[in-house]
């Protein structure tokens, strides 16, 4: 069974002034021309190629938490949006809101998604790219190591964790 509090090194998204890049949508997170692409495994290296600054993501030290603004995924319903993230072994995205159906396709994939809005305000202790952080995805709770800090989040919900827990919506159904 998966684990319910998740270890890992964060990368933040922020542009080029350390200031939070809000509405990030998925043609910017894994662009319509690479959509033609079907192996999971080759997805990763397209992550972020049409967000500016941030087009070399994939060749990064990029950790295992993905930490964003607000309105993350906004836009098409693609699912190499969250499948590109997958493949570079991110664990579970941080950010302050989701576009409606990105939240569920990444659910629904088996990521967990942490909402906790101002967790990119520099008037809260900020989370930095590298701080080590444990994150309980039942409670909410993101347990800055590095710092020192609590944030609290909202915990997700008993059956986001269900289909998180089984590995996908697909195996979560077959359990029903």
Not at 72 to 101: P, T
Not at 133 to 147: A, M, R, S, V, Y
């Amino acid at each position: 069974m998966k684990p319910t509090t998740i270890k890992g090194k964060a990368i933040v998204i922020r542009d080029e002034n350390g200031k939070s890049i809000d509405s990030i949508d998925t043609d910017m997170i894994f662009h319509n021309k690479y959509l033609h692409i079907t192996d999971i495994n080759e997805m990763g290296q397209y992550a972020f190629d049409n967000l500016e600054g941030w087009e070399d993501f994939a060749t990064r030290d990029i950790g295992e938490i993905l930490v964003i603004g607000q309105n993350f995924g906004s836009g098409s319903s693609r699912q190499q949006a969250v499948d590109c993230f997958v493949a570079l072994g991110v664990k579970i995205i941080l950010g302050e809101s989701f576009g409606a159906i990105y939240k569920r396709n990444t659910i629904n994939a088996g990521v967990p998604l942490i909402e906790s809005q101002g967790i990119m305000d520099e008037t809260n202790p900020p989370i930095d790219t590298e701080d080590e952080l444990e994150i309980n995805l039942e409670t909410g709770e993101i347990n800055n190591l590095t710092k020192g800090t609590i944030i609290s989040a909202k915990p997700m919900s008993k059956v986001q964790l269900d289909i998180y827990k089984a590995g996908n919506l697909f195996e979560y159904g077959r359990q029903l």
